[in-house]
């Protein structure tokens, strides 16, 4: 017999969860909100520049006086708050990175005015010395290689810096062996306890870092990050980076990129007794409004999927480029559709 109830579909129905908006909505294993997602900015030295970024639609580079432009509607939405990226003036960058270290540089100049005007706004900051050096690397250089235990005291000088200027947190995105526990020692001695670190545990050597760094113009003027940056054949070895971290004292620990290595996220949380963010990267974005400007896919339905996946691989916070994007799509409620008035 054909039809109801017959055994052959079986006496489990999964479907009858996924009935009606308002089932599917009761049951979902996953939330994802505005406060959850993090808004990365660029900005740079100088006076009334809002400069559009080529390679990353909707992104600007901004010069201090003009944030507040971009932050207030971040604000309105709800986003959990903006991290840095920051720029030296033109012709600044020489072989140690020293504009990093400048109290007048545009990252701290823009952690006192945000802190000012909007103190209830989590705010961190990028360290690294990539967009300061001239060789483009993150670290110091001796020839061709990158030293280590050298590159340390920059870094802690710089977090800081960002810390001193009141950021909430610092995110140091070098991948210089114990960075962490350097920085964490270095805020300390300054009386900056109160300062967290966003470590970025597992930072892959990536392809997908290309619209960012024609961004920030800080690809490298000789090989690559590989020496330094993981292999993105490992999995394991993200594991021993992260409990690394979290024995130098990372408060948070950040999976980078996020889309393709969404196993890493997963195993980190598990094994982290932390908050696990992932960075939705440049060349992530990119593909995104590239893929919906060529009419292949939805941008809305895309950008909303791949950020829930983020979510239920276990990240706590998602940084991304399209946090205004999705704070619309949320708002609006995109799992169900339009509520339609009550009758009466
Ligand atoms: C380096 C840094 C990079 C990104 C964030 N910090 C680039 C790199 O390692 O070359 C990439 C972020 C993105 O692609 O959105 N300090």
Redesign the pocket.
């Known amino acids: 017999m054909e039809g109801r109830g017959s055994w052959q579909v079986g006496l489990q129905r999964p479907r009858r969860l996924r009935a009606t908006a308002a089932m599917r909505d009761l049951a979902a294993e996953t939330d994802l909100t505005a406060a959850r997602l993090l808004q990365?900015l660029f900005v740079v030295p100088g006076q009334g520049v809002r400069r559009p970024i080529g390679s990353l639609r909707g992104q600007d580079h901004l010069s201090v006086d003009r944030l507040p432009e971009v932050v207030e509607p971040l604000l309105e939405a709800g986003v959990g708050g903006v991290v840095l990226?920051g720029q030296p003036p033109a012709g600044a960058k020489d072989a140690e990175g020293n504009a990093a270290l400048d109290p007048d540089g545009a990252v701290p100049r823009a952690v006192r005015l945000l802190k000012e005007r909007y103190p209830e706004m989590w705010v961190a900051t990028?360290v690294?010395l990539?967009?300061y050096t001239s060789h483009g690397h993150?670290g110091l250089v001796d020839g061709e290689r990158i030293l280590n235990d050298e590159t340390l005291p920059r870094l802690a000088r710089m977090a800081v810096l960002h810390a001193q200027a009141g950021a909430d947190a610092v995110a140091p995105?070098?991948m210089m062996d114990g960075r962490v526990g350097a920085i964490r020692t270095a805020l300390d001695a300054a009386g900056l306890t109160d300062t967290a670190i966003l470590a970025?545990t597992a930072?892959y050597a990536?392809s997908?870092?290309?619209?960012?760094?024609e961004a920030?113009d800080?690809?490298?003027a000789f090989g690559d990050?590989r020496s330094y940056?993981m292999d993105p054949r490992n999995g394991r070895e993200a594991l021993r980076e992260a409990l690394l971290d979290m024995a130098e004292g990372a408060d948070m620990l950040m999976v980078?990129?996020a889309g393709p290595y969404l196993d890493i996220v997963a195993r980190v949380a598990a094994a982290a007794d932390r908050p696990v963010f992932a960075?939705q990267?440049?060349?992530e974005?990119a593909m995104l409004v590239a893929a919906s400007e060529a009419g292949l896919i939805d941008y809305d339905a895309a950008l909303l999927e791949s950020a829930v996946g983020i979510r239920r691989a276990g990240a706590a916070a998602i940084l991304t480029?399209a946090c205004l994007d999705l704070a619309r799509l949320l708002e609006r409620g995109r799992w169900r559709p339009a509520r339609p008035p009550l009758a009466r």
């Open positions: 990365p990226f990028d690294c990539d967009p993150c995105s070098d970025y930072k990536s997908l870092y290309a619209p960012f760094r920030e800080s690809a490298p990050r940056q980078k990129p960075y990267v440049s060349g974005y480029y």
